[in-house]
């Protein structure tokens, strides 16, 4: 859904964008939170692409009012970032930067730990965004560029290095 074949991917999810939402209910309903967590990741890109980031924010809403999304877990973690990058997408930076912070606090305590450099990069990008916070930026940014560099993940370390905030040379 990201690259070149985007446009057939997103016009492919439309065919089908009812019995998605059915798929997506029916996990909610039975509080089958993974497979739910999965379907709102791919419908997230879908309504980014599509421009329907309020209707993807009040689907997500709606999944982490389930019961079962309460507690502390890898699953809440994923429907928080995707929640957090519906909301920086629609612009509301500050509901952003606080479903980051939940959401990294949840991956520094339950996991899973290759995960952090991610919601490290962007969080730091909601810090930076607007020159809302950019020490806090920086900082975040530097420990994402710290875990990238310890694990060798260097997709992530390329983008955390070209938001031009790190104390560390690139």
């Not at 439309?14 to 990741?41: E, N, T």
């Not at 791919?42 to 980031?53: N, P, S």
């Not at 994923?78 to 500050?94: N, R």
Request: glycine share 8%; net charge neutral.
């Amino acid at each position: 859904m990201l690259g070149p074949a985007r446009p057939a991917a997103l016009e492919r999810v439309a065919q089908d964008y009812a019995g998605h939402l059915a798929a997506l209910s029916h996990f909610m309903d039975s509080g089958q939170m993974q497979p739910a967590s999965r379907m709102v990741r791919a419908l997230r890109v879908y309504w980014e692409g599509t421009q329907q980031c309020a209707e993807g924010r009040a689907w997500v809403t709606r999944v982490l009012a389930c019961p079962e999304a309460a507690p502390k877990s890898p699953a809440r973690a994923m429907l928080l970032d995707h929640a957090a990058s519906l909301a920086f997408s629609s612009e509301d930076l500050d509901t952003a930067r606080t479903l980051w912070r939940e959401c990294l606090d949840i991956r520094r305590e339950v996991g899973p730990a290759e995960l952090l450099p991610v919601t490290l990069a962007r969080l730091g990008v909601g810090l930076a965004a607007a020159g809302h916070d950019l020490p806090g930026a920086r900082a975040v940014l530097d420990e994402c560029i710290r875990l990238c560099e310890a694990n060798g993940v260097k997709r992530i370390l390329h983008g955390a290095l070209s938001q031009g905030l790190s104390t560390k040379p690139g």
